[in-house]
């Protein structure tokens, strides 16, 4: 195995900074949903933050994500423009899937990415297909498969599992055990509390990450990314993580005490730790981090305005993207 990416001050700060523009998008999206220029469902990535940025801390040029319904920070962690995801959210003509996707459903092939999917667990086969056109181009590239901890339920998920052993596909199975699916809990609905463990009657590899630490995060993806670039097969990592707010929009999270949630927001909180490791190994200041929230605030806020003023989709839309011919 390699040795972990080595942490300087300018990666951190790009960590950081990474996180906190996923946090503020967030916190904004949530405010257009209450205003009601989000319509459908909505799912916040709030506590999540350091999962996706991490494994992109990590990544190489040409590799493909994919990924559920709770979608957004994974596509700003990519670079994709903030402004064309928020777009996409208040369902315009220049958002990312040209406002017919909404927030469950992006897309964005230039990018590699690969939704956004609202059936639970249905990303995971269609990953694992994205694996073998890496293994059949021999492009070195790595299918990035994210799911949750009630997908990992699903039967379609163990089949894909079956074929990426059985022939040994570049694939990292990410799955985002943040402790409720839906509103049902870990210890309720899955019978072994070792997600990581799934793969192993497949012969596939799986460890369990403080999902809460983005260092910890990068430093597993980079083994376990590399364990399915050298042609190993494939990876599973069990990214123990929380998200502060509910399920989606629509959930007020009953089944979980508010203790609960503000012990994890005090103690485990991705963002302040590495604000918290910056400050105190003399990487930044407080007026380096202030440079870093005013220049996260402003792309939130140009995307935000963006997102109300870009035209709805002409009703012909209707009509596109329904079928290919090949």
């Not at 003399?282 to 963006?306: N, P, Q, S, Y």
């Amino acid at each position: 195995m390699p040795d972990a990416p080595k942490s300087n001050s300018e990666s951190l700060k790009k960590l950081y900074s990474d996180m906190l523009l996923i946090r503020r998008f967030e916190e904004r999206a949530g405010q257009l949903y209450g205003m009601g220029l989000i319509g459908g469902f909505c799912h916040l990535y709030i506590g999540q933050e350091a999962v996706v940025v991490g494994l992109m801390g990590a990544a190489q040029e040409g590799d493909q994500q994919i990924t559920a319904y709770r979608d957004h920070g994974h596509m700003l962690a990519m670079g994709i423009d903030p402004k064309a995801v928020m777009a996409e959210l208040t369902g315009r003509s220049t958002g990312l899937s040209r406002g017919k996707g909404g927030s469950m459903h992006m897309f964005s092939r230039e990018k590699r990415f690969y939704g956004g999917h609202g059936i639970v667990g249905a990303q995971v086969p269609l990953g694992t297909g994205l694996g073998f056109a890496h293994k059949y181009s021999k492009d070195n590239g790595v299918a990035h498969v994210y799911c949750g901890d009630g997908a990992v339920n699903q039967g379609q998920v163990y089949e894909a599992f079956n074929m990426a052993a059985l022939w040994k596909l570049p694939v990292v199975f990410v799955i985002e055990n943040n402790k409720y699916a839906m509103g049902t809990s870990t210890v309720r609905h899955a019978a072994g509390q070792e997600l990581y463990m799934r793969g192993a009657a497949y012969g596939i590899p799986g460890e369990p990450v403080n999902g809460m630490s983005v260092i910890a995060v990068r430093d597993a993806a980079a083994r376990a990314l590399e364990h399915a670039r050298s042609g190993q097969g494939p990876y599973i990592l069990e990214m123990n993580t929380y998200r502060y707010r509910g399920h989606s929009m629509s959930d007020p999270a009953k089944y979980r005490s508010k203790e609960e949630v503000t012990k994890m927001r005090e103690q485990h909180d991705p963002i302040d730790q590495l604000k918290e490791k910056l400050l105190s190994e003399g990487l930044i200041d407080e007026a380096g981090l202030k440079e870093i929230d005013r220049e996260v605030k402003v792309i939130v806020t140009e995307a935000a305005e963006f997102s109300q003023t870009s035209p709805e989709p002409d009703p012909s839309e209707l009509w596109t993207d329904v079928l290919i011919e090949a």
